[in-house]
């Protein structure tokens, strides 16, 4: 049977200031990764932003979860607890090898070492601290205090190797896919098809919101129902988005798109791919759009934002590419001298 002695509580307060951090670190990794896949292509230079943002405040993160614990105590065994109990450990008394009390930047805390953890116990979070040090004591624990140690435990270290290892493949996974699946690639008029038609309704214009960074100009045509012939980035910036209210419904409109997508999609002459078959077959790319004899986009300026943006990518895919490699190294070396 398990005895309880002392029952360790999470300090509201702080608690609180925990979860509001937690809030606000997820709302900005959120807005900062919306904006590096809020057009058609990746962008690898707001993608590296996005990553190295979020691992600033993934360290943070931990350094709060980390210290933010309590610790039950039983008579046989201690139960540490992390995320509000979410996550637990237990220890048994025959566990633990060495305790004591030592201070680091004007912190005091309780370390306790076992063979394979090192844990520390901010005595001002910890609530119950001397009924842990009585408990240890009475389990005869060997003391040692003031010796020299470091503000992050053993089991943060690992958690944080093993999370950049994560995102060290992750980022590798993007920048193959951005790289080589889905290349940025200027259009000839060789390989385009033009679609005549009349709108069923205004041109839909989608800006960046907090919810979602993503912008695009979408245009329906009664011939097409089903269909929404749509202009991401590269040619979003091209449009003078302000004219696109002078169209209506029955305005004639004519637009370029590649040959495979109306083979594919309007006449079904050849097999659609997998990728377009399920997730993008409403989605048809335009290159140039003419309404009522009027230029809305022209076909060189779709080129013009597609080289920048294919440039851009060039520039920083070695940076990535680097960054990817040394985050795994590291993150997998951190992970073993903890294990060793």
């Given at each position: 049977?398990?005895?309880?002695?002392?029952?360790?509580?999470?300090?509201?307060?702080?608690?609180?200031?925990?979860?509001?951090?937690?809030?606000?670190?997820?709302?900005?990794?959120?807005?900062?990764?919306?904006?590096?896949?809020s057009f058609q292509y990746l962008q690898i230079d707001r993608l590296l932003f996005a990553i190295v943002l979020t691992l600033f405040f993934l360290y943070i993160f931990f350094k709060l979860f980390g210290e933010y614990k309590a610790v039950n105590i039983y008579e046989t065994h201690l139960k540490i607890k992390w995320l509000f109990g979410l996550i637990s450990l237990r220890l048994d008394k025959d566990m633990l090898i060495q305790f004591g009390k030592s201070s680091v930047n004007n912190t005091n805390y309780i370390y306790l070492n076992t063979r394979k953890h090192h844990l520390l116990f901010d005595?001002?979070?910890?609530?119950?601290?001397?009924?842990?040090?009585?408990?240890?004591?009475?389990?005869?624990?060997?003391?040692?205090?003031?010796?020299r140690i470091?503000?992050?435990?053993?089991?943060?270290y690992k958690i944080g190797g093993i999370v950049m290892m994560i995102f060290g493949?992750?980022?590798?996974?993007?920048?193959?896919?951005?790289?080589?699946?889905?290349?940025?690639?200027?259009?000839?008029?060789?390989?385009?098809?033009?679609?005549?038609?009349?709108?069923?309704?205004?041109?839909?214009?989608?800006?960046?919101?907090?919810?979602?960074?993503?912008?695009?100009?979408?245009?329906?045509?009664?011939?097409?129902?089903?269909f929404r012939f749509q202009v991401g980035h590269p040619g979003y910036k091209a449009i003078k988005l302000s004219a696109l209210s002078n169209y209506k419904?029955?305005?004639?409109?004519?637009?370029?798109?590649?040959?495979?997508?109306?083979?594919?999609?309007?006449?079904?002459?050849?097999?659609?791919?997998?990728?377009?078959?399920?997730?993008?077959?409403?989605?048809?790319?335009?290159?140039?759009?003419?309404?009522?004899?009027?230029?809305?986009?022209?076909?060189?300026?779709?080129?013009?934002?597609?080289?920048?943006l294919r440039k851009s990518n060039q520039k920083w895919r070695f940076v990535v590419i680097g960054l990817c490699v040394f985050m795994f190294w590291y993150g997998l070396r951190v992970f073993r001298q903890q294990e060793s």
């Open positions: 049977m398990k005895v309880l002695i002392s029952k360790g509580r999470f300090q509201a307060v702080r608690g609180f200031g925990v979860i509001v951090f937690t809030i606000v670190l997820f709302l900005f990794s959120k807005i900062s990764f919306q904006h590096a896949f005595e001002s979070i910890i609530e119950n601290n001397f009924e842990l040090v009585e408990q240890l004591r009475e389990w005869r624990i060997k003391r040692k205090d003031n010796l470091s503000e992050t435990s053993s089991l943060e493949v992750l980022l590798g996974v993007f920048g193959l896919f951005n790289s080589y699946f889905q290349p940025i690639e200027t259009s000839d008029l060789k390989d385009l098809f033009a679609v005549s038609g009349h709108l069923s309704k205004k041109p839909n214009v989608k800006n960046s919101t907090l919810r979602s960074a993503s912008t695009d100009v979408t245009f329906e045509l009664e011939e097409y129902p089903g419904k029955d305005d004639k409109i004519t637009l370029l798109i590649t040959k495979n997508s109306y083979s594919q999609k309007i006449a079904r002459t050849s097999t659609p791919s997998f990728s377009e078959k399920h997730f993008n077959w409403a989605r048809i790319q335009a290159y140039a759009i003419e309404i009522k004899q009027e230029k809305v986009l022209q076909l060189d300026e779709f080129n013009k934002e597609a080289l920048i």
